[in-house]
């Protein structure tokens, strides 16, 4: 499996939990859709995603490791190295 592939695998499962968590469309979310400006993700819902982004990762999320992300595409990378340590 190449990374490209996993790249689209891990966005896409990171729209759908987006998606459902967040009462958003799927076609609503891009790669550079800012989490709290463009998807209006506070806070409270962000400890949400970690919750979920934990799930499926099986990795206990580090705050550190989330603390730069703004974008989707921040959240892929994120769960991306969390998959790979």
Known sequence: MSTTNIN????NRVCNILAELFELSVEDITPSSNLYQDLDIDSIDAVDLVVE???MT???VKPEDFKM???VEDVVTAVEKLMTS
């Open 53 to 55: 982004l934990k799930k």
């Open 69 to 71: 992300v703004r974008t």
């Open 58 to 60: 099986g990795k206990k």
């Open 8 to 11: 689209q695998e891990v966005y």
